[in-house]
């Protein structure tokens, strides 16, 4: 069935460092790849997305990138601060047709920013 | 505040009882959804309603069961629930169900079944 896989499950930086976390998924015909934020007692939240015509895409200090041969997508931040600590999903999702063409997620990853 | 509501955020429950979430979105969007989040593990899509019509159902057992009223509210009947359906449980909303729709998450409910 269709999965998601997202790498690595913790992630500890240093202020001011970048950090990269990647995701690969299974089903070749996914077309939409968003990334959501969550951050403690909260819902995630829709950060940045990229879809299958793009192979990066940019906003301010976060960036994803996406190559669709090797079927991964991974999600750039650079000059990490504080407040970029949180736990971090990606999601992949095929163009519906006929179904609902959900959002499958990746397992997350829970990124730490030291001061 | 991303406009999508639930209560109660945090709910204590026996298995012999029945309990309900409740979630609203102020989004004027037409999906809903129910997902479960469970410690270390990915988000599980559990129901998705479109304009009040259920369209998916991801294999939930029967002791969950959805209620879509209007486009603006979604609940989540629970009754005989196991120990094993503690989790968060999310709310999301999305203007529609096509490619590239974002979709708007509560800040969940904390559900604990003793």
């Known amino acids: 069935g269709e999965n998601v896989e997202q790498h690595p499950s913790t992630l500890s930086v240093q202020e001011g460092d970048s950090a990269v976390i990647k995701c690969t998924y299974s089903d070749s015909a996914s077309n939409y790849f968003p990334w959501y934020k969550q951050e403690l007692g909260k819902g995630p939240q829709l950060i940045i997305d990229i879809r299958s015509n793009v192979g990066e895409k940019k906003d301010q200090r976060i960036a994803v990138t996406l190559n669709k041969t090797a079927k991964h997508f991974s999600l750039h931040i650079t000059e990490t601060q504080p407040e970029d600590s949180a736990v971090y999903f990606c999601a992949a999702k095929r163009a519906p047709s006929g179904n609902t063409g959900k959002l499958i997620f990746g397992q997350g990853t829970t990124l730490q920013v030291k001061p | 505040e991303t406009g999508v509501t639930q209560t109660p955020r945090h709910l204590v429950m026996g298995m012999t009882n029945k309990k309900s979430l409740k979630c609203e979105q102020h989004l004027g969007h037409n999906a809903m959804y129910w997902y479960k989040q469970s410690a270390k593990k990915p988000l599980e899509l559990m129901f998705v309603y479109n304009f009040k019509e259920q369209t998916e159902n991801n294999s939930v057992p029967s002791r969950f069961s959805p209620e879509c009223p209007n486009s603006s509210h979604l609940f989540l009947h629970l009754h005989t629930l196991q120990p094993e359906d503690s989790a968060l449980y999310l709310c999301?909303?999305?203007?529609?169900?096509?490619?590239?729709?974002?979709?708007?998450f509560g800040p969940g409910t904390r559900l604990t079944v003793t």
């Open positions: 999301a909303s999305s203007p529609g169900q096509g490619e590239g729709y974002e979709q708007y």
